[in-house]
């Protein structure tokens, strides 16, 4: 068992610290929020000290971890402090906006030589383990197209200034929302991507950082990945992979914030299709679960300060493209 505190205790911060409220091996213990009410909120239903200074989650002996649900802007100077203090960290997505910040961030981590996790939850939900192994198997042939596409209508909710809806604190908005996941499943299954090219669209809604998001990602194996991230489009998630002796799609039943589980049909050549279904199942908690037991010294996280890194990049390189309109290097 390790004890973390909850760093940002809004919508996904407090969706956290239920998630672990019933686990046996990462406790939370104490909840950072600069609101008032947010805090009190916490103390009352997750039953957990609070205060709204960083500093204080980084000087008490009681916490072993941070986890970071704050706004990605200050995740690189907060993993910084944080491996400096001798924590261990796990950061919500995107882990850094740049791939600098992301290079300065886990560099501080190495030199600590504290465990660093990130909050990309869509990799520990069996079925993507499931596609994951069917890929590394062989059994689908050589991978070639990844197909993803992760949207929700969650933030036509959001008042106009929130900064989940800005330009500057948010560019590429659907990116960061859901993309990013999308992204994340590609490189665990193809690899290195080496060019991006991304139109973001304002078609539906006033967000200030747009609302439709197309993504194609070319990589260093000759696969490609086509990623969709809509924000008013009713929740869907979709994932597939086309080899060249099969393919596999996985379709989500809701958003993973309340999982119902998921339906996966998986063809190989000459055989009749297969479908199955996967039960509800808490990708959030298997991946804080997963992280605390490496930082005890268990099996090692599997998601590579490597993959962080690239995943980074390639955020980067995508918000670039998003810009410009012309494909970019990552």
């Known amino acids: ?49 609070t205060t709204a200074s960083f500093d204080d989650a980084l000087a008490s002996p009681s916490v072993d971890a941070v986890v970071l649900c704050s706004p990605h802007w200050f995740h690189t100077d907060q993993i910084v402090a944080a491996a400096k203090a001798g924590k261990h960290v796990f950061c919500e997505k995107p882990f850094a906006t740049s791939s600098a910040g992301a290079r300065d961030a886990l560099a501080a981590v190495e030199a600590a030589g504290v465990q660093v996790g990130i909050g990309h939850e869509r990799r520990f939900e069996p079925a993507v ?38 330009a500057e604190l948010s560019p590429a908005g659907p990116l960061s ?16 991507p080496v060019e991006v090219w991304a139109r973001l669209g304002t078609l539906a809604t006033s967000f200030a950082n747009g609302d439709t998001l197309s993504i194609t990602l070319a990589f260093e194996s000759g696969a490609t990945a086509t990623i969709t991230a ?21 379709r989500d039943r809701s ?41 005890e010294g268990a099996d090692p996280y599997p998601v590579t300060p490597a993959e962080i890194q690239l995943n980074a990049d390639t955020f980067e390189a995508i918000v670039r493209s998003a810009s410009s309109g012309r494909v970019e290097r990552v």
Do not use: Y
């Open 1 to 49: 068992m390790i004890t973390a505190a909850i760093v940002g205790l809004g919508w996904w911060g407090a969706t956290i610290a239920s998630d672990l409220a019933t686990s046996d091996k990462i406790r939370p213990v104490l909840g950072v929020d600069p609101d008032p009410a947010r805090r009190e909120s916490a103390h009352e239903q997750a039953g957990i000290e």
């Open 129 to 166: 383990e499931e596609l994951q192994r069917l890929v590394r198997d062989g059994e689908l042939g050589t991978p070639l197209v990844f197909e993803g596409n992760f949207s929700q209508d969650k933030f036509l909710a959001l008042p106009p200034d929130n900064w989940r809806l800005s």
């Open 177 to 192: 929302a859901t993309g990013i996941h999308m992204v994340d499943l590609a490189i665990s299954v193809l690899g290195r």
């Open 255 to 295: 958003h993973p914030e309340k999982s119902e589980g998921w339906d996966v049909v998986v063809s190989r050549r000459g055989e009749e299709n297969e479908k199955h279904a996967f039960p509800a199942f808490s990708g959030v908690r298997a991946n804080l679960e997963r992280f605390a037991g490496a930082a």
């Open 230 to 250: 809509v924000l008013t489009t009713p929740f869907i998630g979709r994932v597939c992979v086309l080899g060249s002796q099969g393919w596999a799609e996985i």
